[in-house]
């Protein structure tokens, strides 16, 4: 009866926290950044908090000055303003404050500029993404037979078909008919282009946000720590559907990418429905292990 009571409750654990660890995604009422799936969202998000040590106490600064000017300053306590129109001291103080603040800033910021834009020297998987008007395309470089296919935004109205009833892992808006599917710890080159006018390619879970243009080919990287499903959109204005362009990732671990990239050269169709069933059947596992 006890083991009974372990794997109900089990089970309603892994309903209740099971689609927030798997997808990745906005949330209502966010002021965070989301959190990071790769190294260089790591470091974005260290830099983000670094930063705030900068803005709040020259916030708060400033605001300081400014209630002290309206107060010492008005013309009820300050009737004979003062003539002064020079303080060395003070003009010292402004000039060099702001560039010591500013070099502490800058140091970081290169140092995490060159993280992003230095390629590893092995990349593990390339995958190219077109940006369309309104929906990507992805073609993956593997074997003799290459990879291809869109990826639209799925309708409401396919999610029975798709088997994409949770709408906690397949949100409104975001969820697509087709998610890029990539191994969890690999180093993966994107190679980034539009078709007809500017978009941008932007994950903000892996710290991933590069303009899209027609007829250039632009360059970045990326490597996922966690294995997941994560959600991100075009972040270019790019026409009248701008906002129902959403880029899917799924990352999952190296034998069940194998298995899919295997299966998605001949029927990509089956081969999101066998890696479907594989990530659910790894949570059910889950379930039952813990209820022994």
Same mark, same amino acid.
């Given at each position: 009866?006890?083991?009974?009571?372990?794997?109900?409750? =089990?089970?309603?654990?892994?309903?209740?926290?099971?689609?927030?660890?798997?997808?990745?995604?906005?949330?209502?009422?966010?002021?965070?950044?989301?959190?990071?799936?790769?190294?260089?969202?790591?470091?974005?998000?260290?830099?983000?908090?670094?930063?705030?040590?900068?803005?709040?106490?020259?916030?708060?600064?400033?605001?300081?000055?400014?209630?002290?000017?309206?107060?010492?300053?008005?013309?009820?306590?300050?009737?004979?303003?003062?003539?002064?129109?020079?303080?060395?001291?003070?003009?010292?103080?402004?000039?060099?404050?702001?560039?010591?603040?500013?070099?502490?800033?800058?140091?970081?910021?290169?140092?995490?500029?060159?993280?992003?834009?230095?390629?590893?020297?092995?990349?593990?998987?390339?995958?190219?993404?077109?940006?369309?008007?309104?929906?990507?395309?992805?073609?993956?470089?593997?074997?003799?037979?290459?990879?291809?296919?869109?990826?639209?935004?799925?309708?409401?109205?396919?999610?029975?078909?798709?088997?994409?009833?949770?709408?906690?892992?397949?949100?409104?808006?975001?969820?697509?008919?087709?998610?890029?599917?990539?191994?969890?710890?690999?180093?993966?080159?994107?190679?980034?282009?539009?078709?007809?006018?500017?978009?941008?390619?932007?994950?903000? =879970?892996?710290?991933?946000?590069?303009?899209?243009?027609?007829?250039?080919?632009?360059?970045?990287?990326?490597?996922?720590?966690?294995?997941?499903?994560?959600?991100?959109?075009?972040?270019?204005?790019?026409?009248?559907?701008?906002?129902?362009?959403?880029?899917?990732?799924?990352?999952?671990?190296?034998?069940?990418?194998?298995?899919?990239?295997?299966? =998605?050269?001949?029927?990509?169709?089956?081969?999101?429905?066998?890696?479907?069933?594989?990530?659910?059947?790894?949570?059910?596992?889950?379930?039952?292990?813990?209820?022994?």
């Amino acid at each position: 009866m006890m083991k009974r009571a372990y794997a109900v409750l =089990a089970a309603l654990a892994c309903l209740l926290f099971a689609p927030a660890a798997f997808a990745d995604k906005p949330e209502p009422w966010q002021t965070t950044l989301q959190p990071a799936a790769t190294g260089i969202m790591e470091e974005v998000t260290w830099f983000e908090h670094y930063t705030l040590w900068f803005i709040v106490p020259i916030t708060l600064f400033v605001l300081l000055l400014l209630i002290i000017v309206v107060v010492k300053f008005r013309e009820g306590a300050n009737p004979v303003p003062s003539k002064t129109s020079h303080n060395t001291a003070i003009e010292i103080v402004w000039t060099l404050g702001p560039v010591i603040i500013l070099l502490f800033l800058a140091i970081p910021s290169f140092q995490l500029l060159n993280a992003q834009l230095t390629m590893p020297e092995k990349a593990d998987l390339t995958v190219k993404a077109t940006g369309n008007q309104w929906y990507w395309s992805y073609e993956y470089e593997v074997g003799e037979t290459p990879v291809s296919f869109d990826s639209l935004m799925l309708k409401e109205t396919d999610r029975t078909a798709a088997g994409k009833e949770d709408v906690a892992a397949y949100p409104r808006l975001l969820a697509v008919d087709n998610e890029v599917v990539v191994p969890v710890g690999a180093n993966v080159r994107l190679l980034v282009t539009a078709a007809d006018v500017i978009h941008a390619f932007a994950m903000p =879970a892996f710290g991933v946000k590069i303009d899209a243009i027609p007829g250039r080919l632009n360059e970045t990287w990326f490597r996922a720590e966690k294995e997941g499903l994560y959600y991100g959109q075009c972040s270019e204005l790019c026409g009248k559907d701008h906002a129902y362009m959403p880029i899917a990732v799924r990352v999952v671990a190296k034998d069940k990418y194998d298995a899919w990239i295997a299966a =998605a050269a001949t029927n990509l169709g089956e081969a999101n429905k066998a890696l479907m069933a594989a990530v659910d059947g790894a949570k059910s596992l889950t379930v039952a292990d813990n209820a022994k």
